[in-house]
């Protein structure tokens, strides 16, 4: 289980005994899919460290409408905001498959981090990553035309979750067609005739809460 923690981007610098003694204030957590693990505007005093599945962040506007804002997997943190401002929640986490995961109350973090500043610059870059996503996905919906959304995105979640065989990258998302519609930002329909185009074009192979990828080239120079 060290060794997972230490595979987590924030806290590979550390080395087998900062691990275990940081392992021994972490609690395990386990999330069913289709459970939440926490909702927006619940007090977020927690943050979470994927060991083992999909979770999926979305939020939901006044007038019911809901939308994804990420897919996370293995060794991806969630709820890392609340370390410094422990305030509501601003997503809902819920699971996309049967969920590992490891807590860590934002008071046990704290105290560890004043002697590691090796640590801290990592959490500072990870949610400097969430804020450049952020900013990329904003620019996106505002200059990228549909297809080209659904090409980017298929290929951020071929980098996470891709396999490669012969025939392709398989991706295993787990997403229902709603959800991956809400990821890229736009109605199924227009989602799913992007897809269907893609796929007559021999550039992917549409599968079960799955895709795979032909010709990544083909989707690269689509998404730009």
């Not at 893609?198 to 998404?223: K, N, P």
Request: hydrophobic share 40%; charged share 25%; net charge negative.
């Amino acid at each position: 289980m060290d060794d997972v923690l230490r595979s987590a981007p924030m806290f590979s610098s550390l080395d087998p005994e900062a691990a275990a003694a940081l392992r021994t204030s972490m609690t395990p957590v386990t999330v069913h899919k289709g459970q939440q693990l926490f909702h927006e505007g619940d007090p977020g005093e927690r943050m979470f460290i994927i060991t083992d599945g999909k979770m999926k962040l979305g939020h939901t506007a006044p007038d019911g409408r809901e939308s994804l804002l990420a897919i996370l997997g293995p060794n991806e943190l969630l709820g890392e905001l609340s370390l410094f401002d422990p305030g509501p929640r601003t997503a809902t986490a819920t699971a996309l498959t049967e969920v590992n995961l490891l807590a860590l109350h934002h008071t046990a973090l704290r105290p560890w981090l004043a002697g590691r500043p090796e640590v801290a610059e990592a959490l500072l870059q990870a949610l400097a990553q969430r804020l450049r996503r952020t900013n990329d996905q904003m620019a996106d919906l505002v200059f990228s035309d549909v297809p080209g959304r659904v090409a980017k995105t298929l290929l951020e979640l071929s980098d996470k979750f891709g396999q490669e065989f012969p025939d392709g990258t398989h991706v295993t998302h787990d997403m229902t067609q709603e959800e991956l519609a809400q990821l890229v930002g736009a109605s199924r329909e227009t989602v799913n005739k992007a897809l269907a185009e893609f796929a007559s074009r021999g550039w992917v192979r549409l599968e079960s809460r799955s895709v795979v990828i032909i010709d990544a080239d083909r989707l690269e120079r689509r998404a730009r």
